[in-house]
Structures are given as C-alpha cells and as structure tokens.
C-alpha cells in the first residue's frame, strides 16, 4: 500500500519506489538483555523473528540504499553483549543487500564504535531527493536549509500503534501515521522491534515534537496485511 506517492509501506517498513531506499525504524537491539537485567524473565527470540521478517520485506523490494531511522540499539550509557553481537550481525546482513546509513537516535549516544567497525555513515538527519529523515526526538531549526527544501518528513522515535477493542480485550497493533508539519506531508514509522507493540496514539501520551495534533493524523495499521484506517480523531471518538 502506498501511503504517499512513491511512497510504499512494506511491512513494518518504508519504500521510496523512486530513491530505491528502504526505511528501518526503532530496532531497540538489546533491549531482551537490558530487560534481563531488571529481573524480567523475557525470552531472546525476538532478533530471530524481526530478522525472518527483515528478510521478507528484502524479497520484496530491492532497494539501493537502507536507512536506519534511529535507535538502532537499546542501552543508553554502554554497548551490552547483546548489542554488540546482534547489531553487528544485523549490519553484516543490509550490507550485503545496499548501502546502509544509520540517523542517530536519542538511544544511540554511544553507537559510534558499531558504526565505525562497519564504515557505517552515522547522520543526524538525512535528505533523498525532496524528502528529509531524521529520527524525530528533537525539532529541526525551521531555517535549516534541507528542511526548508524537504516536501516530505519521514521520523521514527514515537513507536506509534492502535488499540483495538473486541469486547473487553485490547489488541494492540503497530502503524504509520501520516499528517502535517507546518504544511510538509509527515509520515511516522513504527518500530521494527517486536519486543514492545508500540505507544497506543488512542490512550498513551505522544513522545515526539513533531505531532502537534494526533486527531488530525491518518493511521495505517499492520497486521496481516496494511489496513487505512483513517483519521484518528474519528477512531477517538468512536473508541
């Protein structure tokens, strides 16, 4: 399904059909370890599966270019054993395919050694073509010249999904939201990580500077497949 023009949701993931770049949001790599650590007994399958339906969006499309939206790993002040192992692999992995960038998420102070061990470009923000990519934690200046330049915003950082309601149970999904800033189209991806379903835009309180007004966002859920659900002040008020 296309959520833009040229713009293709694919899985969990974005394709830019005329850039030939696929975009990766929010991996969290090592949060199992960092869970562990807490005393919650979570099991490490989670890089196994997010790997098989990596693998799936690659048989899918082709892309030239691979970015990653920030938050690639969990730990803020050190690089866990897990980080180490499973990240690398990761990047072994999209670099066999494209070239990979990787924009800094506000998770990823210290990622620096695991980018330079790959020759890994590691960017604040990132434009391709008229779009511009940043991870979507902090604003951008209104005068920086490639977001006076940019059409199109595409950020991470918010982990969005929706709570579903079948009788007394809530299922929660992920999904992309699409709405304005200041008159630029703006796309929201959810994480990659399927270790947490996301932030419900429906109940939870929104992390990203970039959404003014959640009711007036479009929400497109995935599950078996990607459904258009339509705008969220509707869902709101009919949740």
Known sequence: MNILPNIRIVGLALFLEKEK????????????????????????????????????VLLEVKPRL??????????????????????????????????????????DK???????????ELKESLSVGEILLCHGDKL???????????????????????????????????????????RKDIIVVPSFSLVTEGTDVLQEKLLSPFIKNIDDF???VVADKTYAFGRIGKMSRLN
């Open 218 to 220: 479009e929400a497109f």
């Open 66 to 107: 691979i970015i990653l939206l920030g938050d690639v790993k969990h730990e803020f002040g050190t690089i866990s054993r897990q980080e180490w192992k499973e990240a690398l692999f990761l990047l072994d992995y999209l670099l066999a395919k494209a070239k990979v960038v990787i924009l800094k998420g506000n998770h």
């Open 110 to 120: 210290i990622l620096g050694p695991i980018a330079r061990k790959k020759e890994i």
């Open 21 to 56: 770049t696929l975009v990766i949001g929010d991996l969290h790599i090592g949060y199992e370890e960092a869970l562990n650590k807490r005393g919650l007994l979570v099991p490490r399958v989670y890089f196994k599966e997010m790997m098989q339906n990596l693998e799936q």
């Open 140 to 182: 951008m200046p209104a005068k920086n010249a490639a977001f006076k330049k940019a059409k199109t915003l595409i950020i991470g950082h918010e982990h969005p999904a929706i709570g579903i309601r079948d009788s007394a149970r809530i299922e929660r999904y992920k999904c992309f939201l699409k709405g304005k800033y200041k």
